[in-house]
């Protein structure tokens, strides 16, 4: 019988460090977007809040791969939060200042890009982007 309750605690750590390591491991957010020759698009905002719905420093953004056919900037930029809680205090319909992510076509380029790049949040959390982008002809 010991060596049975020792097996049963055993499996549940297993299963708990399992949690924990998934939990701490990045998610992948998938992001699609169109635009056309010549113009710029945002791919994301992302901010970082605190329990009382207060700024809580600046992601920051690092590329990982770079799109062939345009150029990627960062800068300030606020979006409305939607959704999220953070401890009891929900915080959305807010509008939140952070770093903005935006790419650019290079001139005369039109068909399909991709970069990819991470975001570390002030609480440590990374999360992966993939954006997939379409540029097409400018309207006439």
């Given at each position: 019988?010991?060596?049975?309750?020792?097996?049963k605690?055993?499996?549940?750590?297993?299963s708990?460090?399992?949690?924990?390591?998934?939990?701490?491991q990045?998610?992948?957010v998938?992001?699609?977007?169109?635009?056309s020759?010549?113009?710029?698009?945002?791919?994301?905002?992302?901010?970082?809040?605190?329990?009382?719905?207060?700024?809580?420093?600046?992601?920051?953004?690092?590329?990982i791969?770079?799109?062939?056919s345009g150029?990627?900037?960062?800068?300030p930029?606020?979006?409305?939060?939607?959704g999220?809680?953070v401890?009891?205090?929900?915080c959305?319909?807010?509008?939140?200042?952070?770093?903005?992510?935006?790419y650019?076509?290079?001139?005369g380029?039109?068909g399909?890009?991709?970069?990819r790049?991470?975001?570390?949040?002030?609480?440590?959390q990374?999360?992966?982007?993939?954006?997939?982008?379409?540029?097409?002809?400018?309207?006439?």
């Amino acid at each position: 019988m010991p060596t049975r309750r020792f097996l049963k605690c055993l499996c549940a750590g297993m299963s708990l460090s399992a949690a924990i390591a998934g939990a701490q491991q990045a998610s992948t957010v998938e992001v699609e977007r169109r635009t056309s020759e010549g113009r710029e698009v945002r791919l994301s905002t992302e901010v970082s809040w605190d329990g009382q719905c207060r700024r809580q420093g600046t992601p920051v953004v690092t590329v990982i791969a770079p799109p062939a056919s345009g150029d990627i900037s960062t800068r300030p930029a606020s979006k409305i939060v939607q959704g999220n809680l953070v401890g009891s205090t929900s915080c959305a319909g807010m509008r939140m200042e952070g770093v903005g992510v935006f790419y650019a076509p290079r001139p005369g380029f039109q068909g399909s890009d991709q970069v990819r790049y991470d975001v570390r949040f002030p609480n440590g959390q990374t999360l992966h982007f993939v954006a997939h982008i379409e540029v097409q002809a400018p309207a006439r």
